[in-house]
């Protein structure tokens, strides 16, 4: 269903190194390598992106960072498929992958990684993806990303590397090229769509409200937020939900629940819930004005990072295995679905 595809911009040696490290790893890259060879000791992480379910297809990305005696050395970008219940690894990463998103629109995912961006889009004679670079500006680094609704806007956060301040940067699948706005974004916060022409940017001790018009984007209003606030996850009914320092999730000015520990990975919202894992022994829903369901239990840890193909579904990984989160008849289940080491 993929083809691997090398991008890199950099020396040939480095691609010789990451396919060399490929080989080691006993993974396939559109060919069938050999799985006789030895396996070093190495351990992994796994992570999740907020965007990265497709549900035409039904396919959900991960990247995979692999250590070797404590050592990083390498990230990988997979895909689990629910259909056959297989993952398969796509190709190393050189930077890794910071954020991937897919578009609902059309088969396309973008990948940030480093000062890169890249898109991959289907075949035409083929399920094989192929991976170009986008167009973007020089000196600037790439991390979250977000497509709105329809999947014809992607949002990103820009970081330049000479000022050292973030923007807003806007892709449109049309014009298929990466416009770095004026508009400022705190460091590593995702930009938040409310709908298909507008999304909530937060800035300092407020968030502001940006459409996006014909001719430029605009903001359009501010909401004061606390400010510390470290974390913003979006707006519902005109409330902001926060992380704030002291480890407290607020939805307006009410306290939703507090965290065992500081974990940006411990939420995350769908169209219709506020999912969030405050301890190694708890998963708890809330509704949009902050009505709790009865409490899951999880077997450890849970790191969210993706929505599933409706509101009612999220995923998130407990060690290397995968697990799906969804609410039936008003309860909170929880469902593994598969063990990514396995593959």
Not at 161 to 171: A, I, K
């Amino acid at each position: 269903m993929y083809k691997r595809v090398f991008r890199s911009q950099k020396h040939i040696y480095n691609r010789i190194r990451a396919f060399f490290l490929a080989i080691c790893l006993c993974v396939l890259f559109g060919t069938v390598m050999s799985t006789s060879c030895e396996k070093p000791t190495k351990s992994y992480t796994y992570r999740l992106a907020r965007g990265g379910y497709y549900r035409n297809l039904g396919v959900l990305l991960f990247a995979v960072d692999t250590y070797i005696d404590g050592e990083f050395k390498c990230a990988l970008l997979a895909a689990y498929e629910e259909e056959s219940g297989t993952a398969k690894y796509l190709y190393p990463m050189d930077p890794g992958p910071f954020d991937f998103a897919w578009s609902q629109k059309e088969d396309i995912f973008i990948v940030t990684h480093g000062s890169q961006m890249s898109v991959f889009e289907k075949s035409n004679s083929s399920d094989d993806f192929t991976g170009t670079s986008v167009q973007c500006p020089i000196n600037f680094l790439y991390t979250f990303c977000a497509w709105n609704p329809n999947g014809d806007w992607l949002a990103v956060n820009c970081y330049n590397l000479e000022s050292t301040d973030c923007h807003l940067g806007l892709y449109n699948i049309q014009g298929k090229q990466l416009v770095v706005t004026n508009i400022a974004i705190e460091f590593a916060q995702a930009p938040v769509w409310q709908d298909n022409n507008s999304l909530f940017i937060p800035q300092n001790d407020s968030v502001v409200e940006v459409r996006i018009d014909s001719v430029k984007p605009q903001v359009v209003r501010r909401i004061s937020i606390d400010k510390d606030a470290p974390q913003f996850y979006g707006v519902f009914n005109e409330q902001p939900l926060i992380h704030q320092k002291d480890r407290k999730i607020k939805l307006g000015s009410k306290t939703l629940v507090e965290l065992d520990r500081h974990r940006k990975d411990a939420l995350i919202t769908t169209d219709k819930w506020i999912f969030v894992a405050p301890s190694s022994k708890n998963i708890v829903v809330f509704d949009h004005n902050g009505l709790e369901l009865p409490r899951a239990k999880p077997t450890g840890w849970i790191k969210f990072g993706s929505i599933g193909a409706n509101p009612n579904r999220v995923y998130g990984i407990i060690g290397s295995t995968l697990v799906s989160v969804f609410i039936e008849n008003r309860n909170v289940n929880i469902e593994e679905v598969a063990d990514l080491a396995s593959f």
